[in-house]
């Protein structure tokens, strides 16, 4: 599966970007961040005398996506809080508040599966091995790198989202019927562009380790029925 490329963390304390975590980040802390996100949005609405639906139709998404996204179910993805953001007349308050949070589920996400490496290696005794692409998925370690997203790839990550055609297509803001060409892999039906690869980029990342388990595991499935 070379289009697909799994990174083991770092072994030395620091995250992806280099940088050594400033302490361990829990899980309550990840979602009270989601959770003040999400207030900050329903705070910029209700200042703007905006309802939830209003605010949906400006920025062409669902009244459920803004919902979730306000109670911290969903952080979508920075297009959404860009929109919003100017939406709501934020001035980019908002827009910070989201890079924040993602930057966090990012750290927590490289601390849980840096200590799950550890934690294996301490088991075996030795530096782990190179695992299957099941194994890969089951320890829910390392960062998950797509080289270039074909309807496989956007196949499994729907699947592994939980998400339906239409509703990943409003998640990523691109009809129905392209989602559904890129799964069949209709000729017709252009690939994703580069801002809806980065996209695409962004939700795989963003995603905790449950869903990037289920994303190996599903694309493995389905390059194996090819």
Not at 84 to 95: H, K, P, S, T
Not at 136 to 148: E, L, N, P
Not at 202 to 224: G, P, Y
């Amino acid at each position: 599966m070379t289009n697909v490329r799994v990174t083991p963390p770092p072994t030395d304390g620091r995250n992806a970007s280099g940088l050594r975590f400033p302490g361990r980040i829990s899980q309550q802390q990840v979602a009270e961040a989601r959770r003040d996100l999400g207030r900050r949005l329903a705070a910029w609405r209700a200042e703007q005398g905006l309802t939830q639906m209003q605010l949906a139709k400006s920025i062409c998404y669902s009244r459920s996506s803004v919902a979730n996204a306000e109670i911290g179910r969903d952080t979508s993805v920075r297009r959404f809080w860009q929109d919003a953001d100017r939406a709501v007349d934020a001035q980019g308050a908002l827009l910070a508040a989201f890079d924040q949070m993602a930057a966090l589920v990012r750290d927590f996400n490289a601390q849980r599966a840096q200590a799950r490496d550890e934690e294996r290696q301490r088991r075996a005794g030795r530096t782990a091995t190179r695992a299957s692409h099941t194994a890969t998925a089951d320890c829910g370690c390392g960062t998950v790198i797509v080289g270039r997203w074909t309807g496989h790839e956007t196949r499994a990550l729907r699947e592994a989202l939980r998400m339906t055609v239409p509703d990943f297509a409003r998640h990523l803001g691109v009809a129905p019927e392209t989602v559904s060409g890129w799964e069949h892999q209709h000729t017709r039906t252009p690939p994703p562009t580069m801002a809806t690869q980065a996209v695409l980029d962004e939700t795989l990342t963003l995603a905790d380790s449950n869903v990037k388990a289920r994303f190996l595991l599903i694309l493995d499935t389905l390059n194996h029925r090819t």
